[in-house]
Every structure is written in C-alpha cells, then in structure tokens.
Nanobody, 119 residues
Framework: VQLVESGGGLVQPGGSLRLSCAAS????????VSWARQAPGKEREWVAG???????WYADSVKGRFTISRDSSENTVYLQMNNLKPEDTAVYYC??????????????WGQGTQVTVSP
C-alpha cells in the first residue's frame, strides 16, 4: 500500500486548500482512509476519516470547516479545508485505517504535505 499526500501550501487565514491522498495497492472505495496532522512541537492527531460506507468523522477542531471525500475513479481521498486558521498549520498525512485507531500504532507514514496558515 502506498499513499501519497499533496496539495499543501501557504494560505492566509480564512483561505482554503484541498489536500489529496492518492492511493495505490488499496481501493479507497472499499477501505477506510483517515487524515492526520502534526503541528510543530505537538503530537500527531487525527482530524478526519471516511469509512467504506462513506460515513465520515471529524475532530471537533475542524468540524464544519473540513470535508473529507473520495473519488473512486481517481482512487484518491481528498480533504477540503475551508476557513483555515493559523492553528491548522501542520504537516498533513493520510493513512489507510478506520477511526478510532491508536495513532501511535500506525506506520509507515508518508512524507506528508505541509500546510501553513499565515497572514
């Protein structure tokens, strides 16, 4: 299984970004995929997940601002992030696990994609 994250960048507060998690070796329409992030000096945390039945889960800190979705034809899971805040600054990763899942158990992580929210 290989998951490759992309789409990060520098954005002003209130802006939007869409992250992509391109999968190979796993079919996203049949699997659960989750997004995590790690801010400087902080532990990695889950932020969103999508299950095989398309149910979704969001951390309270991103609920109402982030939307997770998938495109079966592209075998890709997306994280649409709106109304971004400086505290969303982090490296974002995706993982092929359903939530809840002990984040310390998951490996290996991909290279992630950097999101920086700054004026």
């Amino acid at each position: 299984v290989q998951l490759v994250e992309s789409g990060g960048g520098l954005v002003q507060p209130g802006g939007s970004l869409r992250l992509s998690c391109a999968a190979s070796g796993v079919t996203v329409s049949n699997s659960a995929v989750s997004w995590a992030r790690q801010a400087p000096g902080k532990e990695r945390e889950w932020v969103a997940g999508i299950y095989s039945d398309e149910a979704t889960w969001y951390a309270d800190s991103v609920k109402g601002r982030f939307t997770i979705s998938r495109d079966s034809s592209e075998n890709t899971v997306y994280l649409q992030m709106n109304n971004l805040k400086p505290e969303d600054t982090a490296v974002y990763y995706c993982a092929d696990v359903p939530l809840p899942y002990d984040i310390t158990w998951y490996e290996p992580w991909g290279q992630g994609t950097q999101v920086t929210v700054s004026p």
